[in-house]
T-cell receptor, first 116, second 114 residues
């Protein structure tokens, strides 16, 4: 149980285009989902917290207009990288919390974004 | 603000040897502490967590960690490492008031020699 999937697992796009990444909780309802960014050989940086049906809460320094997050249902959250540039290339990881296990999150396998 | 320090970027041990991965945190109150393992192509997997109570926490795969408030540490240990333990290990801290937001250390890459 407690499986989180991400789609796509990798994506390559041209500079200036937008990319959408999906995060799904497959066997539980995720009241809260989190989005992280991970640079090579570095830590996971929390980007934003999204609660189903409400606006995402962004961490300091994360551009809201660049990284659009939508949590339309209890099993799906999406991250859209708008007008992507090479510096947005990174590994994006989502996690989901089912609300029944305090503070425990289940992580997706990640999405590798490369912007040319 | 809370922060997590993992001082060892890369550790190499021989199979069967003992292991200790260090983690120090900076936070005023008692934090919620976690250790995760990340293998290529897989999501982070929770090894163990500490919220309160017994400061020695047992986790999966034979791992344990000890919370030491006086040292602001939460070191991960395993008495005998297996080759399959080779992975990236992350220490993370959270607190109740932030409803699950986690802050991670930079990770420690573990290499296991046969």
């Amino acid at each position: 149980g407690a499986v989180v999937s991400q789609h796509p697992s990798w994506v390559i796009c041209k500079s200036g285009t937008s990319v959408k990444i999906e995060c799904r909780s497959l066997d539980f309802q995720a009241t809260t989902m989190f989005w992280y960014r991970q640079f090579p050989k570095q830590s996971l940086m929390l980007m934003a917290t999204s609660n189903e049906g409400s606006k995402a809460t962004y961490e300091q320094g994360v551009e809201k207009d660049k990284f659009l997050i939508n949590h339309a249902s209890l099993t799906l959250s999406t991250l859209t990288v708008t007008s992507a540039h090479p510096e947005d290339s990174s590994f994006y990881i989502c996690s989901a919390r089912d609300g029944t296990s305090f503070n425990e999150q289940f992580f997706g396998p990640g999405t590798r974004l490369t912007v040319l | 603000a809370q922060s997590v320090t993992q001082p060892d970027i890369h550790i190499t041990v021989s199979e069967g040897a003992s292991l200790e991965l260090r983690c120090n945190y900076s936070y005023g109150a008692t934090p919620y502490l976690f250790w995760y393992v990340q293998s290529p192509g897989q999501g982070l997997q929770l090894l163990l967590k500490y919220f309160s109570g017994d400061t020695l926490v047992q986790g999966i795969k034979g791992f344990e960690a000890e919370f030491k408030r006086s040292q602001s540490s939460f070191n991960l240990r395993k008495p005998s490492v297996h080759w399959s333990d080779a992975a990236e290990y992350f220490c993370a801290v959270g607190r109740g008031s932030t409803l699950g937001r986690l802050y991670f250390g930079r990770g420690t890459q573990l290499t296991v020699w046969p």
